[in-house]
T-cell receptor, first 114, second 109 residues
Framework: NAGVTQTPKFQVLKTGQSMTLQCAQD?????MSWYRQDPGMGLRLIHY???????DQGEVPNGYNVSRSTTEDFPLRLLSAAPSQTSVYFC?????????????FGPGTRLTVT | GIQVEQSPPDLILQEGANSTLRCNFS?????LQWFHQNPWGQLINLFY???GTKQNGRLSATTVATERYSLLYISSSQTTDSGVYFC???????????FGAGTQVVVTP
């Protein structure tokens, strides 16, 4: 199993550009989520999904969109990038539909918005 | 929402030393997990421990849910233990994971 994969590993955007961060898992996990990590703030939940076709907002959803058309994939879209979105983004998954089950993280995407 | 506090924020250890990291949370929780983020940024789940004690090699963890805290013990530390340790809790009302700010651990040879 590849586990949780994320692409790209690094990305530089200009203010106002849009892009999609990709996340895929091959463990048949129902629960998937996106976090951002900023210095000194731990990880904050952006959006999550408890199964295909179901998504919901986390703690910091503004400026981001998600969709979940398949169990395997959970892309995160930045609609109009802003410097405040410079961060490291992690995708995670867990079995069942619960956040509290053991979480598996992808390697992260380091995004810089200039 | 639930507050998660980790202490200490930073820890410097000499190789071979033991240490204890603490995670306090402000309300009842469904679950608690400990993670290690290595210096390359990868997050690894160490323990899934809503209550009780678990051990994995030189690491062990204890959660006392009734008193709202969890402890992570590192024994005979090695340089590979360096990184940031996070605890995360799932609270009953929100149903999502809430992370603490982490403890930065540096183990020196």
């Amino acid at each position: 199993n590849a586990g949780v994969t994320q692409t790209p590993k690094f990305q530089v955007l200009k203010t106002g550009q849009s892009m999609t961060l990709q996340c895929a898992q091959d463990m048949n996990h129902e629960y998937m989520s996106w976090y951002r990590q900023d210095p000194g703030m731990g990880l904050r939940l952006i959006h999550y999904s408890v199964g295909a076709g179901i998504t919901d907002q986390g703690e910091v959803p503004n400026g981001y969109n998600v969709s979940r058309s398949t169990t395997e994939d959970f892309p995160l879209r930045l609609l109009s990038a802003a410097p405040s979105q410079t961060s490291v983004y992690f995708c995670a998954s867990s079995y069942g539909g619960l956040a509290g089950n053991e979480q598996y993280f992808g390697p992260g995407t380091r995004l810089t918005v200039t | 929402g639930i507050q998660v506090e980790q202490s200490p924020p930073d820890l410097i250890l000499q190789e071979g030393a033991n240490s204890t990291l603490r995670c306090n949370f402000s309300d009842s929780v469904n679950n608690l997990q400990w993670f290690h983020q290595n210096p390359w940024g990868q997050l690894i789940n160490l323990f899934y421990i809503p209550s009780g004690t678990k051990q994995n090699g030189r690491l062990s963890a204890t959660t006392v849910a009734t008193e709202r805290y969890s402890l992570l013990y590192i024994s005979s530390s090695q340089t590979t233990d360096s990184g940031v340790y996070f605890c995360a809790v799932e609270d009953y009302s929100w149903g999502k994971l809430q992370f603490g700010a982490g403890t930065q651990v540096v183990v020196t040879p």
